[in-house]
């Protein structure tokens, strides 16, 4: 369908199937107080609602310059447009007196060991991730919302995502080479989303309810270094073959790594990267994480090397007993020497706006 319904318990753009195209934006709040704060909530959610539906930009008369810039023509298509916006800890500062509504979870993005991260391509007050189907579609969204907040905030980095179709066929690749996203949770498998994505009522943080934390992480790949890597090695590092997608145990590629009976590590190296980000033992299972990550592509850097790489895109119900405790498990795996994590940020995907009347962040203010 090409229309994903704005309105709802939780926001769009984490359960729903990943779209082809999407830009994560992270802005600094400017808004001078809480109520230019709320009107800011407030103006987002209406455009928020009109882009996601599509439909006709109303008329300025001829002397006005045009409601909308045009580049989808004269009807805005909806194209399975999402809008997810998330806040970060620096949103709960002194600026707008919601220090005590900061929830308890919500912390600033730590450094981790092999970052290489870049101050100015980190860290945000408010989040925001735009995915269609079509890359006009993503601009066309950005520059509507930018347009319509100038003055209550301001770009701080931005990047843009594209997936693969899949090729052949079942999961899209990185541009690694290797199929992204064949062990994840599903966004439509209610139980697991209610179980370790979506934060329950009752939280602690319980104006929170119905939201979830994202955790954004750009990581640029080495891919002069790692197209000079053997495929065994490479596919030693992931425990999965390139072209099937199948754990290094399997054949195919939904079949299920055991590695269980195999504790050495004989077929799928203990170092590697689906054995420590998910060694599925019984005590493991609670620090699974929704990925819904994108390719980037940003032309060439100031050498001449190719400067893409992944928007490592993730969602979780707690920071520490999920991305966090997967993230240390990563760390010193033999993928760092061709991967540099160098910006993102934590933030909370905001409940979602249940109807007409409802507003982006309106239980949190
Ligand atoms: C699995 C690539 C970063 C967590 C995978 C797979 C690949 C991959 C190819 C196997 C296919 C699959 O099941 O999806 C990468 C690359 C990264 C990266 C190229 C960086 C550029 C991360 C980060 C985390 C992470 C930062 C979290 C801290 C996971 C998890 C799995 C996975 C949880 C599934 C493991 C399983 O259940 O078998 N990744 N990944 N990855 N990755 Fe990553």
């Not at 003055?151 to 899949?166: H, N």
């Not at 119905?210 to 992931?238: A, C, H, K, P």
């Not at 689906?274 to 819904?292: F, K, V, Y």
């Amino acid at each position: 369908a090409p229309v994903v319904p704005f309105h709802g318990q939780h926001q769009a753009g984490v359960a729903t199937e990943a779209q082809r195209n999407s830009t994560m934006v992270s802005f600094d709040v400017l808004a001078a107080n809480k109520g230019e704060l709320t009107d800011l909530l407030r103006t987002l959610t209406d455009r928020a609602r009109f882009l996601t539906a599509g439909g006709t930009p109303p008329d300025p008369g001829i002397s006005a310059p045009p409601t909308d810039s045009g580049i989808l023509g004269p009807q805005v298509p909806a194209d399975r447009l999402t809008v997810t916006v998330g806040v970060g800890a620096s949103l709960f500062d002194d600026r707008y007196g919601l220090a005590s509504r900061k929830p308890a979870g919500l912390t600033a993005m730590r450094t981790f060991p092999n970052d290489f991260l870049d101050a100015a391509q980190c860290h945000g007050d408010l989040s925001l991730h735009l995915c269609a189907d079509n890359p006009d579609t993503v601009l066309h969204a950005l520059r509507d919302i930018a347009r319509h907040t100038r003055g209550a905030m301001q770009i701080r980095w931005q990047i843009d995502g594209f997936q693969s179709p899949p090729r052949p066929s079942g999961t899209p690749r990185n541009l690694m080479g290797f199929k992204d996203g064949t062990s994840n949770l599903h966004g439509y498998d209610t139980q697991q989303m209610n179980d370790l994505v979506w934060l329950p009522v009752g939280d602690k943080s319980g104006w929170a309810a119905g939201g979830t934390y994202q955790v954004v992480r750009t990581i640029r790949m080495l891919v002069e270094f790692w197209d000079r890597v053997s495929i065994t090695e490479q596919e030693n590092m992931f425990g999965r073959r390139r072209d099937s997608g199948a754990p290094l145990d399997g054949d195919k590629e939904f079949d299920t790594p055991n590695f269980a009976a195999d504790p050495v590590g004989t077929a799928i190296p203990l170092t590697s990267h689906i054995r420590r980000a998910n060694p599925r033992t019984s005590d493991t299972a609670g620090s699974r994480i929704l990925r819904r990550p994108y390719n980037y592509n940003r032309g060439i850097d100031s050498v001449g090397n190719v400067d893409c790489g992944l928007v490592f895109i993730c969602y979780q119900k707690d920071l520490a007993t999920q991305f966090e405790t997967v993230q240390k498990r990563l760390a010193d795996e033999p993928l760092v020497d061709y991967i540099q994590p160098f910006g993102g940020g934590y933030f909370l995907v905001l409940p979602g706006v249940r109807d007409a009347n409802d507003y982006l962040g309106r239980t949190m203010l």
